[in-house]
RNA sequence: GGGCGGAUAGCUCAGCGGGAGAGCACCUGUCUUACACGCAGGGGGUCAGGCGUUCAAAUCGCCUUCCGCCCACCA
């Protein structure tokens, strides 16, 4: 073996030898029970991100350790067709070899879509795949494929018929530069510096005039009416009266509304039924017409007037030049304004009156908010339930139609003659109404979001009945990020509920995002973007995968930097050192390993504790616990005391013992594999390989064995004085180093003990010896004499004594250094004593902790009494 | 404006009722026969502030301050 791993030579290898052996792919007559994940499918145009591999490293984890606990599993890949993102990467492709979409039509652009994804749309499947993702991918789907188009027609076509979908006039968000209707939560709201314009509106057959406060003073020429609120007494005189809109010339009502508020501006509103979601309502209660200024590339229409053809930014700016010239215009103010973008493109968005296709949300959302009210499916952690509720609570019909190429056509034709709508799998060959031949697909492509809702079915074979719906659905965990429980989770949840009557997962475990060191959001224009695959290289995809399970507690951010990989890319080799010393030093036998030793002991009761621990956090999902035990264990607990104490068996002790230290090195190291397979997949296996046959269960891969049980003996009062031992050890360690001992000096240990653990201690004393290269012996009474000579110290209910006579030592420091130590106990014994006088302490505290407490009282008053004469003692020799 | 999370060692975070822990960083010693990607040792914290509940509070409740996120139709 090579003295430090070489991830590079072993991570490939086992890749192709997991997929080559199918070990990916459930077995479908098997008898196990299912346990089923679906991918969130990544976009065919993205590039693995941190996001992606902590993710995918989570759904890995939990895929193997189902696997490993006799689960038939399917973790089932795919990509998502990404409408817009799609295109516009596309579009910029074309926009290079100087053409745009529209010149090169519709199909021909399409065509070129799909050339694109055949050629680019494999990177990231092949990402995941050196993230060692254990998916099926046999199963692999993408949105857009035969079956999931299908899926996607039949499902549009339910909810037609359920009157479930409806197409109308409504005001929806636009983005001008993707040219497409957006939905709500594709809108990025954020926070900025605009101005609110005051501008005068003169009523008719009057000199007086309304002033209107505004935000957006290019919207006026779209102005239908101005409302006042009903009881704003200013404006009592005004009602019914018309006002004259600047510019335009237009005669329009002064209407009383409610939602005016009094306060805000003027308390008077401009009314734009076209191009603000508010006004679109008052108007079609008060009946009022809507009139577009603004169109669908962000431009002045016609009924602009002379402002037509003006981008609306620039039509602003001259519309306030034209009032003020007619002196209607009186000021502006700085004003916080609250501006929606396009999620995509970072466009401003603009609200616009257009013939739309809508999902009616509100039976589907009841659905899916008592199907998690009724704990069908559970999000993890928790806290994440409120804001599931608050979206579904409050949200408005879901705009589904796109006006883009790329994407899932929208199935519905139209009459060219009599105008009937028929909704269809195929193209009508005539009208079922008229009759007429003149039959057209409508234009529009449907929301990405529609088909990734269908994806836990979709993905499974839906709507045919497959064996894979039948034996997988609903799916057993959603692993997702925060980010996307509207976009995504809670749709499926509606569609899952509606179409297959049945929540499409059980659990729902959200993880966080991963920041960078300081916390913030990775991004390629701050340039703080940490590429996995870069970290792949450098440091391997085991140190990478340990690095974010170690660091995603539940609920909170996860702040990643190369160090931290780096560091636990150490682990990963500390592993590896550990089983090449394993490998060649030991002398393993066929014999098992009888008798025990108390270390051999306690390590397999350690071994038990973490085995336990162990599967507990992988159960609630506390990867970060996870990572943290089996980090502890192999490093601290085996490697610092089993191994080094193995040594003394191993170069100084008896063949048999040898022999027999040599097998339990095995049997620890053997079954730890197992234990963190899930989470390290290539390290472990390629050592689990490297162990004789006897300790492995005739499995041909680790990914195929059994996940460790815990073993039935119990050897916790052992364990319990092994931990004694460690202690002596460590103090023994600290006396040498505080005195400067070096290794040439001889050293006379004594240690004072009750009996019954001096025994256990008296057999072991070459553990000691081994560790400290003191000679030790125990004495079992109180240490009274020779305090002068030798350096004790307490431990526990022990304590330990060094020989240091002949040792230059600084008696004012000693004294120093006592008198601190006895002030700090003096301290501590009084504050024990002043609780334990206290009668409700007595009268109500738990038996435990009393005699808990008692019991530090009485140590603490020994250690006083040794130090009060270890001081006497150094004091008189002053002189 | 509404909601959610967070504030604990220099940094990142565990702990979530019985007198504070880890990893990294730092300092000291050490190339000892698995590993210097190592070994041994060490320093370092009024657990954001205040009030309450309790025999007992980092831990539970309330308030304040500061950070982060989500949602939102006062133009």
Redesign the pocket.
């Known amino acids: 073996m090579e003295?430090?791993?070489n991830h590079k030579e072993t991570e490939d290898k086992w890749y192709s030898f997991w997929e080559k052996n199918k070990f990916f792919t459930p077995n479908l007559n098997s008898k196990k029970p299912p346990f089923s994940m679906v991918i969130p499918p990544p976009n065919v145009t993205g590039s693995l991100h941190m996001g992606h591999a902590l993710n995918n490293t989570i759904q890995d984890i939990v895929a193997r350790y189902k696997r490993m606990k006799g689960f038939e599993v399917l973790w089932l890949p795919g990509t998502d067709h990404a409408g817009i993102a799609t295109q516009n990467v596309v579009e910029r492709e074309l926009a290079k070899e100087g053409l745009t979409r529209e010149e090169l039509g519709r199909e021909k652009f399409i065509e070129r879509v799909w050339k694109w994804k055949e050629e680019y749309g494999n990177r990231i499947i092949y990402q995941l795949k050196k993230l060692g993702s254990s998916c099926d991918w046999t199963r692999e789907r993408f949105t857009m494929d035969g079956g999931l188009s299908l899926a996607v027609k039949e499902a549009f076509i339910r909810l037609w018929n359920d009157g479930l979908i409806y197409r109308g006039d409504y005001i929806i968000n636009w983005c001008p530069r993707c040219k497409t209707a957006l939905a709500?939560?594709e809108v990025e709201?954020s926070?900025e510096n605009g101005k609110l314009y005051y501008i005068r509106y003169p009523i008719e057959g009057e000199k007086e005039y309304l002033t209107v406060?505004?935000?957006?003073p290019e919207t006026m020429l779209g102005d239908t009416a101005i409302a006042v609120n009903p009881g704003d007494e200013r404006y009592l005189k005004y009602h019914e009266k018309y006002a004259i809109l600047p510019l335009v010339g237009r005669r329009i009502p002064v209407i009383t509304h409610p939602?005016?508020?009094e306060?805000?501006?003027t308390?008077?509103?401009?009314i734009t039924p076209a191009h603000?979601?508010?006004d679109f309502e008052i108007a079609k209660s008060c009946n009022l017409p809507a009139i577009k200024v603004i169109d669908e590339e962000g431009k002045m229409t016609r009924e602009a007037g002379e402002f037509e053809g003006l981008d609306r930014f620039s039509a602003r700016e001259k519309i306030i030049e034209a009032l003020r010239e007619k002196g209607l215009f009186e000021r502006t103010e700085n004003y916080e304004?609250?501006l929606g973008r396009c999620y995509r493109c970072k466009t401003v968005v603009e609200p616009l009156l257009s013939k739309q296709w809508f999902v009616k949300t509100k039976p589907l959302a009841e659905e899916a908010l008592k199907a998690v009210q009724e704990g069908k499916t559970v999000f993890i952690p928790e806290?994440w339930t409120?804001?599931y509720y608050?979206?579904l609570n409050?949200m408005r019909d879901w705009c589904i139609s796109r006006q883009i190429w790329w994407g899932h056509r929208i199935p519905a034709y139209y009459c060219s003659d009599c105008g009937n709508i028929m909704v269809r799998k195929t193209t009508p060959k005539k009208c079922n109404n008229c009759k007429s031949e003149r039959i057209k697909q409508d234009e529009d492509v449907l929301d990405t979001w529609f088909s990734s809702a269908l994806w836990p079915f979709s993905t499974l074979g839906w709507p045919k009945k497959t064996k894979d719906l039948k034996i997988f659905y609903p799916t057993s965990l959603l692993v997702t990020g925060f980010?996307i429980i509207?976009f995504w989770v809670a749709r499926m949840m509606m569609m899952g509920l509606y179409i297959m009557k049945e929540v499409p997962f059980r659990k729902v475990y959200i993880h966080a995002l991963v920041r960078d060191?300081?916390?913030q959001k990775m991004s390629k224009t701050k340039g703080n973007v940490i590429d996995p695959l870069d970290m792949v290289e450098k440091y391997g995809t085991d140190a990478l995968r340990f690095t974010l399970t170690a660091?995603t507690?539940q609920?909170?951010?996860?702040?990643l930097s190369e160090?931290r990989i780096e560091?636990y890319?150490?682990f990963?080799?500390?592993i590896w050192?550990?089983s090449?010393?394993i490998f060649?030093?030991g002398k393993p036998s066929e014999d098992g390993f009888q008798p025990l030793t108390i270390e051999d002991k306690w390590i397999l009761t350690k071994l038990n504790e973490t085995i336990e621990k162990t599967e507990r956090a992988l159960e609630k999902y506390e990867f970060?616990?996870y990572a943290?035990e089996i980090y502890n264990f192999l490093?601290?607990e085996f490697?610092?005391w089993y191994?080094?104490i193995a040594?003394y068996h191993i170069?100084k002790g008896d063949e048999e013992k040898c022999k027999n230290t040599s097998n339990i090195l095995l049997y620890v190291l053997e079954k730890f594999l197992r234990l963190s397979h899930p989470v390290i997949p290539f390290i472990t296996e390629e050592i689990w390989n490297r162990i004789p046959e006897n300790f492995k269960s005739n499995r041909k891969s680790i990914m195929i064995a059994d996940f460790p049980q815990k073993d039935e003996y119990e050897f916790k009062t052992e364990a319990e004085v092994f931990e004694k031992i460690k202690k002596i050890v460590?103090t023994i360690?600290?006396i040498k180093?505080d005195y400067n001992i070096g290794e040439e000096r001889e050293i006379f240990c004594k240690i004072w003990a009750s009996e019954n653990i001096g025994k256990e201690i008296n057999k072991v004393l070459y553990i000691i010896s081994h560790l400290t290269g003191a000679n030790a012996e125990v004495i079992c009474e109180k240490p009274t004499k020779d305090i002068l000579n030798t350096v004790i110290r307490e431990v526990d209910d022990m304590a330990v004594g060094i020989n240091i006579e002949g040792l230059i030592i600084n008696r004012e420091n000693e004294i120093k250094k006592a008198q601190e130590a006895l002030k700090k106990a003096e301290e501590e014994l009084s504050?024990?004593m002043k609780k334990l006088s206290?009668e409700?302490?007595i009268s109500?505290?738990?038996e435990e902790?009393i005699r808990?407490t008692e019991m530090e009282a009485g140590l603490l008053s020994e250690r006083i009494k040794v130090l009060q004469e270890k001081i006497k003692i150094l004091s008189e020799m002053k002189g």
């Open positions: 003295k430090a791993y709500d939560i709201s926070q406060a505004t935000t957006r939602y005016v508020e306060e805000f501006g308390g008077v509103l401009k603000d979601f508010n304004i609250l806290m409120g804001g608050h979206w409050n980010d509207t060191a300081t916390g660091m507690a609920g909170r951010d996860t702040k160090e560091g890319k150490h990963i080799n500390k050192n550990a090449r010393f060649t030093a970060n616990i943290q490093w601290k490697c610092d191994i080094e040594k170069y460590t360690r600290n180093s504050f024990l206290n409700n302490f109500k505290a738990p902790v808990k």
